[in-house]
């Protein structure tokens, strides 16, 4: 069982299918389409034909399919309806090639669709929906995909009573719970799915998915014999159709039946007979689903040489490494594998590679409360400085009161000689004037000198902690943890020493969140990639569904030093900051452009603006913050704002002197 849930994340990206799909009699389908666009048939029918072809083709046949595409959009002229098809289909084209495509062509879909009010229209619609959330399940998270399909997919459809879609949309559901482990949710809309589709629908492929799911649900939960009732339904469906794509399918939920009944060796003939139909339909990603079940089936078997090359092998065709998570997921396996193997050392570099992808991928709440940390503690730190200033600024007035005093005193000493009295007053005028120059321009030095310590001191007491944290704690925690499971692999069995197995796993996740931490204390883009790329990824970390932010880069040069990089970062993370918490803007153009030693910050948002005087009404210390550090670097700044927006433009020397 606790193998079976190691897959299940990487499993979900290749169980999530297109709501929309095709007949398992495959063939009289393609045919009939056929014969549509051949005929003299309405353009409506020709170009929902052609898009449907489209869509039978996306993954066996990229060119194929992009033809068919095409070819559709050539009937659209100026139907609303067809319009949307084409956006939906062109979604469907990019869906496994480039999500943020695909996204954007379901957004269009859903736009058109929106306004038209039929049970076509609002079939199209759930559609898109359901397509859309499947673009942003790896950055809004599982979450935002189930509440896509309950507020937007299955209201719009379950208005006009059962359908297959409804069906289909209950068997997504299911999944979406059952590879996050939720098995009871996910039996419940399984059976509600069930309930529609073998009632009005008993012949259809959505039935058979259903049973595959449902039988699925079941192998994860260790419950074979529950599990085989329905594979058998599913095989009843798909037996006449032995020329049928969907036989990879069939075979893929044979072969996870097999594990769970542990029986490996019988396991392999049959992920052997599912590979010849990915290598017949050019099904590549599910292709990497059978060799990534034939390596947990050898590494059962103890021949761990071959999992390996297996799993090697999987890592470098790319179809699940492409995704991050998987990647991980690889990662993590591979350094388990080489311990058992006695591979010490290469488990180790297996686990470091996974370590920094894990860093990589932290979770933003994490990142917010080391953000919300830090502000805290720049902020008592700047309360402190502002009051040494006052103090010395007091001190200096005194001084300067007192020294006005005795010269006055021995000004009216010197009327008695009236031209010595002119004269020393001209004198002492001028030599005023000089002296409260000077003073201005000391107290200007050495509060850019106090500033410049107190940022630079920030700056390398988080590089150093971080660097502590990652480079020593956390190599050191690594080793321990991997020295411990190579010592439980010979010395502890799984069964009877659960409590250390799970202690073990404690360490694990102990070393994730310290990598977690050290890595938000500097940021790692910056040291690594340089300003422009840290600023992006600053941008992508903001980034939410009610929220657009356009960044533009405009000739940034690689080697500005890098302490006035880090000043540039925070004083960019501090607008971003202020727009989206105190402006609560949904729109913000950010541009950064250099010229010479001269760096231009301009951004504007459509919150709704602030007083630009509130630094000296309040405690508010935003502004008063971005001020300082602009000044650090010799700069200025540019406030504009209103109820409709506001505007900063600030100017920095970047010289580094």
């Known amino acids: 069982m606790k193998r079976l849930l190691i897959l299940l994340n990487i499993l979900l990206s290749f169980a999530l299918q297109s709501q929309q799909i095709v007949p398992l009699n495959e063939k009289s389908y393609s045919d009939s389409l056929q014969n549509v666009i051949k005929s003299k048939a309405p353009n409506i029918s020709k170009a929902t034909a052609f898009f449907l072809l489209s869509n039978y083709y996306r993954n066996s046949d990229s060119l194929l399919s992009k033809k068919y595409l095409e070819n559709g959009k050539t009937f659209i002229v100026h139907d609303a309806l067809l319009t949307a098809k084409y956006y939906y289909y062109e979604g469907q084209y990019h869906l496994d090639r480039n999500k943020e495509k695909a996204a954007h062509a379901y957004q269009q879909a859903i736009k058109v669709l929106s306004k038209l009010k039929t049970r076509e229209s609002d079939f199209y619609q759930s559609l898109a929906w359901y397509g859309y959330g499947v673009t942003q399940k790896d950055k809004e998270g599982y979450p935002f995909l189930v509440k896509t399909v309950v507020e937007k997919c299955i209201p719009l459809i379950k208005k006009y009573g059962n359908s297959r879609n409804l069906g289909f949309s209950y068997t997504q559901l299911a999944i979406i719970f059952t590879y996050n482990a939720q098995f009871e949710k996910a039996g419940n809309y399984n059976n509600q799915a ?62 996870l039946y097999c594990i769970t009944k542990q029986k490996n060796s019988e396991a392999l003939p049959i992920i052997e007979k599912g590979l010849y139909y990915t290598r017949k339909f050019n099904q590549n990603l599910q292709a990497q689903m059978f060799y990534f079940k034939k390596y947990d089936i050898l590494k059962k078997l103890k021949r761990y040489r071959e999992a390996k090359n297996v799993l090697e092998d999987i890592l470098a065709e790319k179809s699940l490494a492409i995704d991050l998570n998987n990647r991980k997921t690889i990662y993590k396996q591979l350094s388990a594998l080489n311990e058992e193997m006695g591979n010490v050392r290469e488990a180790l570099v297996w686990e470091q590679k996974y370590s920094k992808l894990n860093d990589s991928l932290s979770s933003a709440n994490v990142r917010l409360e080391i953000n919300k940390i830090e502000a805290k503690f720049n ?3 700047k309360e402190k400085k502002i009051a040494v200033l006052d103090a010395e600024k007091n001190q200096k007035d005194l001084e300067v009161n007192k020294k006005n005093s005795y010269l006055w005193g021995l000004s009216l000493i010197l009327l008695l000689v009236l031209i010595l009295l002119i004269f020393l007053y001209i004198l002492f005028r001028k030599n005023k004037k000089i002296s409260e120059q000077r003073i201005n321009d000391i107290k200007q030095k050495e509060e850019l000198s106090l500033t410049r310590a107190i940022l630079d001191g920030e700056e390398r007491e988080r590089e150093r902690i971080a660097k502590d944290l990652h480079d020593g704690l956390g190599g050191m925690l690594a080793g321990v943890k991997i020295n411990f499971s190579t010592w439980s692999s010979h010395h502890l069995q799984a069964e009877k020493d659960k409590e250390f197995y799970k202690i073990l796993g404690q360490l694990d996740h102990s070393i994730s969140e310290l990598r977690h931490i050290a890595r938000n204390l500097m940021p790692e883009s910056l040291l690594n990639f340089g300003l422009e790329t840290a600023l992006n990824d600053l941008c992508e970390f903001y980034l939410r569904k009610d929220l657009d932010i356009d960044f533009q880069a405009i000739t940034i040069e690689k080697n500005i030093p890098l302490p006035v990089q880090l000043n540039i970062y925070r004083i960019v993370q501090e607008l971003l900051a202020n727009a989206l918490k105190h402006a609560e803007a949904t729109s913000i153009l950010l541009q950064c452009s250099q010229s010479d030693n001269r760096l231009m910050i301009t951004i504007e948002d459509n919150g709704k603006g602030f007083d630009t005087g509130i630094e000296q009404t309040t405690k508010s210390m935003g502004m008063r913050n971005l001020k300082n550090r602009v000044n650090y670097l010799k700069g200025k700044m540019e406030v504009s704002s209103d109820p409709q927006g506001t505007t900063i433009n600030i100017e920095l020397n970047i010289d580094g002197e």
Not at 194 to 206: G, N, Q, T, V, W
Not at 215 to 242: H, R, T, V, W
């Open 379 to 381: 902020t008592a730190e």
């Open 194 to 255: 069930l309930r529609i589709l073998e009632k009005d629908y008993p012949d259809s492929a959505e039935l058979f998915y259903t049973y595959l799911n449902s039988a699925s649900n079941f192998c994860y939960q260790a419950n074979g014999n529950e599990a085989k009732k329905f594979l058998d339904k599913a095989e009843k469906l798909i037996m006449p159709y032995p020329e049928s794509s969907s036989n990879s399918f069939f075979y893929y939920g044979k072969t």
